[in-house]
């Protein structure tokens, strides 16, 4: 099959417009929408600094290459690549490995947190979680880290490489947890509140196999290897549900995030955001403690219970 826009051949069919692209034309596509939304959702100023999470998946190297590409020629705009280690073996070394390499070449900083500062590591936290997946304690604890490192680098702002199903199946869950307050948080940000880094989500409207097809036609390095506690999350559930829908109906994924849209602003109205606290870890909470401790002090717990028994 042919492209629609050259003769070249095609390497995907876009379903949901009904359009066949070759590699060039669909590298294209992909980075004019990602333009837009870097447009869209963060207004950038001489001298800013962002902070770019990367776990050296396809996503996460995809947003990467692009926000290099649109802003690593601004010598007045600063790039920072945070990592997170959460400690699982035989899965995040390799994948930092690609992330070191690709900011050794390019002249990109990189910081690296662990979970380890915190005296635990995933593999340690797995087997008592209890009740909740592992990837519960793994987002907040990661979350805690990336706010925290983007802060003290000084960032104006936090990319992390959430694309149209993350952001589908998020928003989805909110729904059928009836978390409405949650939704009106879900990035990206348009508040600044203190201590808090805004996130940002160039690739929010990429779907997750064009964000891979991006990665191989591009040439861009990245490790595809399985998180061994993925199977566990809940979330697993609402991606296999929306997949079917959009199978059924291409494009539902983009009318999830275009009805959120929708009603954001009138979320943002209801919900107004108060006075943030500090926990004593230094990190902002609505009350005394913030989640990743109450949830660290707790885990502490019951893996000193379980060595005792």
């Known amino acids: 099959m042919k492209c629609d826009l050259c003769s070249s051949e095609a390497v995907t069919f876009v379903a949901y417009n009904g359009s066949h692209l070759c590699g060039e034309h669909f590298m294209k596509y992909v980075e004019k929408r990602v333009k837009k939304e870097i447009r869209k959702q963060i207004d950038v100023h001489s001298g800013d600094k962002i902070a770019v999470a990367v776990s050296g998946g396809k996503d996460s190297m995809v947003l990467l290459h692009l926000l290099n590409a649109v802003f690593g020629r601004r010598p007045d705009v600063g790039l920072h690549v945070i990592t997170i280690d959460e400690g699982i073996e035989g899965y995040r070394p390799p994948s930092m490995d690609i992330v070191r390499d690709y900011c050794s070449s390019r002249g990109l ?10 005296g635990l590591t995933m593999d340690s936290v797995s ?4 009740e909740n997946s592992p990837c519960t304690y793994c987002g907040v604890f ?4 990336m706010n925290d490192e983007a802060r003290k ?14 952001m589908a199946q998020s928003i989805m869950m909110d729904f059928a947890r009836g978390d409405v307050e949650r939704l009106a948080r879900l990035g990206p940000h348009e508040r600044v509140r203190q201590g808090l880094v805004p996130r940002f989500h160039p690739l929010r409207t990429i779907p ?3 964000s891979l097809l991006y990665a191989i036609v591009a040439g861009i390095p990245f490790w595809d290897g399985e998180c061994p506690y993925w199977k566990e999350a ?8 929306i997949d079917l829908l959009d199978y059924r109906t291409p494009g539902i994924k983009f009318s999830i995030l275009a009805s959120y849209d929708e009603i954001k602003p009138m979320l943002y109205e209801k919900y107004q955001s108060g006075e ?9 909470c609505i009350g005394i403690e913030c989640k990743a401790c109450d949830y660290e002090r707790s885990l502490k717990k019951r893996i000193s ?3 005792v028994r």
């Open 127 to 130: 087997s008592v979680t209890g």
């Open 305 to 307: 219970d379980l060595k």
């Open 208 to 210: 997750e196999s064009e």
């Open 109 to 118: 900083p990189l910081s690296i947190r662990s979970f380890s500062e915190m």
């Open 234 to 241: 809940l979330r697993n559930q609402y991606r296999d549900t």
């Open 142 to 145: 990661r979350r805690k880290l």
């Open 153 to 166: 680098i000084g960032a104006r702002f936090l990319a992390t490489g959430h694309n149209l199903d993350d």
């Open 276 to 284: 943030l606290n500090r926990c004593a870890c230094g990190e902002p």
